[in-house]
């Protein structure tokens, strides 16, 4: 069964840094892609960034500078090391893992980040 838990979310002013983790089992963690999304309230799921199995990484325009994606693989984790926060950046963050050659992909339940003014 495969599980992804995030956790790291809260409230924090802008400016401000926030350390998002997400712990995987049931997978094959270093062979999976990771990402994380997020979703703002009344807004389209959108990719934040991605790290591949070799470690290459991807971000979003908006996040480029701000925000760093890593794994660990012999803890199963991904993290997303967030930033000079702005209050755009509230949403909530998902966890996804993806195995393009198997069309695998799985989601975690999700972790609510809010950035105030």
């Known amino acids: 069964q495969v599980q992804l838990v995030e956790s790291g979310g809260g409230l924090v002013q802008a400016g401000g840094s926030l350390r998002l983790s997400c712990a995987a089992s049931?997978?094959?963690?270093?062979?999976?892609?990771m990402g994380w999304y997020r979703q703002a309230p009344g807004k389209e799921r959108e990719l934040v960034a991605s790290?591949?199995?070799?470690?290459?990484?991807n971000y979003r325009d908006s996040v480029k500078g701000r925000f760093t994606i890593s794994r660990d693989n012999a803890k199963n984790t991904v993290f997303l090391e967030m930033n000079s926060l702005k209050p755009e950046d509230t949403a909530v963050y998902y966890c996804?893992?993806?195995?393009?050659?198997?069309?695998?992909?799985?989601w975690g339940q999700g972790t609510q980040v809010t950035v105030s003014s």
């Open positions: 996804n893992c993806r195995l393009e050659a198997l069309d695998f992909s799985s």
């Open positions: 049931g997978i094959v963690f270093s062979i999976q892609t």
């Open positions: 790290i591949a199995a070799g470690g290459t990484t």
